[in-house]
């Protein structure tokens, strides 16, 4: 089992910065691929950005590219997700997740938090 929590979220405008954290506790965090998801009111949740065991291997949504940076902390149990460049289309709970070496889709959710960007 892995728990976890993020927190970073807030209400910034368009062009502004954030950077979400998620905290991991529980099984070992280095043997998890991580992702970040974010869901806008009214839409389905989307995939935004994920990295490797180690960090070494990132991959980002097309919508992200160029603007979101993920990146992790093994030593802290900790993902990050900087935020650049926010744009109002940005807004939507974010939320962080585990998936386990094998397994298909992601196996441990966080909570999520609120990201607003205004206009």
């Known amino acids: 089992q892995v728990q976890l929590v993020e927190s970073g979220g807030g209400l910034v405008q368009a062009g502004g910065s954030l950077r979400l954290s998620c905290a991991a506790s529980g099984r070992a965090f280095s043997l998890y691929y991580m992702g970040w998801f974010r869901q806008a009111p009214g839409k389905e949740r989307e995939f935004v950005a994920q990295?490797?065991?180690?960090?070494?291997?990132?991959y980002g949504a097309d919508s992200v590219k160029g603007r979101f940076t993920i990146s992790r902390d093994n030593a802290k149990n900790t993902v990050y997700l900087q935020m650049n460049s926010l744009k109002p289309e940005d807004t939507a709970v974010y939320s962080c997740a585990a998936r386990s070496a094998g397994a298909v889709g992601y196996d441990f959710w966080g909570q999520g938090t609120q990201v607003t960007v205004s206009s």
């Open positions: 990295i490797s065991w180690g960090g070494g291997s990132t």
